[in-house]
């Protein structure tokens, strides 16, 4: 069975069926490659001078061969429209197939600059390149086993899989053909929390050892890494091996970290369980615990061997969890601007579907790909976060979930850039899902939130605290400073 990549074109199959055959240790195949070299010239010279329909002809009967030739482990990267022919569709029977996606403003600028796409004869329009790209979508989707995202970072890239029902009761074959590290070759170490753990954990197979912390944020500690790293060294983990990640937010930071720390370095494959590890933590590398002073004070850049996100686990997650959850996607959609803010700034209370958290996934993986360790385009993520981690610190990390807090600083951020238009709409986008737009004065001390504002990990040397600010969505600014008047003004607007 072969790994078999599919999407409209500019969507990079070429390039990711290089990078995944590599890490599969297969060939990698290239339908569009072999058909010119078949032709003897381009494909856009075949179109023009013999017509669709003889393209087509040829396309067909060149990707029939390769899916029948490709072997265990290979990849093959299809052409955009060969999967428009029924025998094509019926010859990916017996393989994985993979869906690329791609926004076609993305995919009309990458086709448009590369070396023959003033050439390509489904490109010269964008309104019909774009029309083109909706009336595939669908079949694309319908084909497809797994979505594949491609991450890449400086320090290494990793596959992003998401498929409904990867975590059924009774197993998934995918799941195994996916999984990143061989077995027993790497023995599993699996670390989630006890809700999680009881759903799930025996969804994954045979491990070497599992621990399950407490859930929640307030377990976030050294004293619940102290307690993974022994464990580890109790069941002889070594760095041939590898942790998985279970569960939501918390345990993907903590796992990652004790991964990051444990005798040097060891793998992490993440299979989140929420939503807001499945449109934000589990990708990116950051990891760590919190200290009682400040939110993620202590933790190391560990990027994972994989994520596996099954969007069916969602089902079992509390709605006050989701709705905590969603403000990531919020914050995401703000940054991204464009298709992604219309769909969710007009969600209206609807549950996020898997394309929304592909895009959301998407959009942190293209920042983190321009700057892994945060000294500049990273900081972006961060919007909200400032004033949020803050109010989640003040309160011991038991009073607001994460995502309550973040959408709070969102509001405090929206504020400080002026954006009243904006952050009105924010605020009644957080009131249709009952996420709180206001704390209470008398249970939250305003001076002690201004106070950890202060300590706040993106502060260099003896200056202020940087703000990330945004005008309107899809503009965000980073490296803001905002005056201390400023700043009291924006978190008392938050008091009740």
């Not at 078949?38 to 017509?51: D, P, Q, T, V, Y």
């Not at 489904?122 to 084909?143: K, T, V």
């Not at 500049?376 to 003040?394: D, K």
């Not at 737009?437 to 990990?457: G, Y």
Request: aromatic fraction near 6%.
């Amino acid at each position: 069975m072969a790994f078999v990549l599919i999407g409209f074109m500019g969507a990079g199959k070429s390039t990711v069926a290089l990078q995944l055959a590599a890490a599969l240790g297969g060939r990698a195949l290239d339908s569009d490659a072999l058909l010119e070299q078949r032709l003897g010239h381009s494909i856009a010279h075949e179109f023009e001078s013999r017509g669709e329909a003889a393209f087509r002809a040829s396309e067909e009967q060149v990707v029939r061969e390769l899916l029948t030739q490709a072997g265990p482990r290979d990849t093959v990267a299809l052409g955009g429209g060969s999967i428009l022919s029924e025998s094509v569709r019926a010859a990916l029977a017996g393989h994985l197939t993979l869906l690329l996606d791609v926004e076609p403003a993305v995919a009309w600028e990458r086709v448009r600059s590369s070396s023959d796409g003033v050439e390509r004869p489904l490109a010269r329009d964008f309104e019909a390149f774009a029309a083109l790209h909706a009336e595939r979508r669908g079949l694309y989707e319908g084909l497809a086993d797994l979505s594949l995202l491609w991450a890449s970072a400086a320090s290494g890239d990793y596959p992003v899989f998401v498929a409904r029902g990867l975590l059924r009761a009774g197993g998934d074959a995918r799941l195994a053909e996916i999984w990143p590290l061989d077995r027993p070759g790497s023995r599993p170490f699996l670390v989630s929390d006890e809700t999680v753990s009881a759903l799930y954990a025996d969804r994954l197979g045979e491990v070497a050892g599992a621990i399950a912390i407490e859930p929640g944020e307030p377990h976030k500690t050294l004293a619940s890494a102290e307690r993974v790293w022994s464990e580890l060294v109790g069941a002889a983990i070594t760095r041939a091996d590898h942790i998985v990640a279970l569960g939501g937010g918390v345990v993907g930071d903590l796992a990652g970290f004790c991964a990051a720390t444990y005798q040097r370095g060891v793998p992490v494959v993440h299979v989140p369980t929420t939503l807001v590890a499945m449109v934000d933590s589990a990708y990116g590398g950051k990891t760590g615990v919190d200290l009682p002073a400040a939110k993620n004070y202590v933790g190391a850049y560990h990027q994972p061997a994989a994520v596996l996100v099954d969007p069916d686990t969602l089902v079992t997650l509390p709605s006050a969890e989701y709705a905590a959850g969603w403000v990531e996607v919020l914050k995401t959609a703000l940054i991204a601007g464009g298709s992604l803010w219309e769909r969710v700034s007009q969600s209206d209370g609807r549950e996020v579907d898997e394309r929304t958290i592909r895009d959301c996934a998407a959009t942190k993986l293209a920042v983190v790909a321009a700057d892994e360790r945060d000294a500049g385009a990273r900081q972006v993520l961060n919007l909200g976060h400032t004033v949020g981690h803050a109010i989640e610190t003040v309160t011991g990390y038991t009073r607001y979930r994460h995502g309550e807090a973040v959408g709070l600083g969102l509001l405090a951020a929206l504020a400080l850039s002026g954006a009243e238009d904006l952050r009105a709409q924010v605020r009644e986008l957080l009131q249709a899902r009952d996420l709180p737009v206001t704390f209470e004065r008398a249970s939250v001390d305003l001076e002690e939130i201004l106070t950890a504002i202060t300590r706040d990990k993106k502060r260099l040397g003896a200056g202020r605290v940087p703000f990330v600010l945004l005008s309107e969505p899809g503009e965000p600014r980073i490296g803001c400073e905002v005056s201390d008047s400023q700043l009291r003004a924006a978190v008392t607007q938050l008091s009740a």
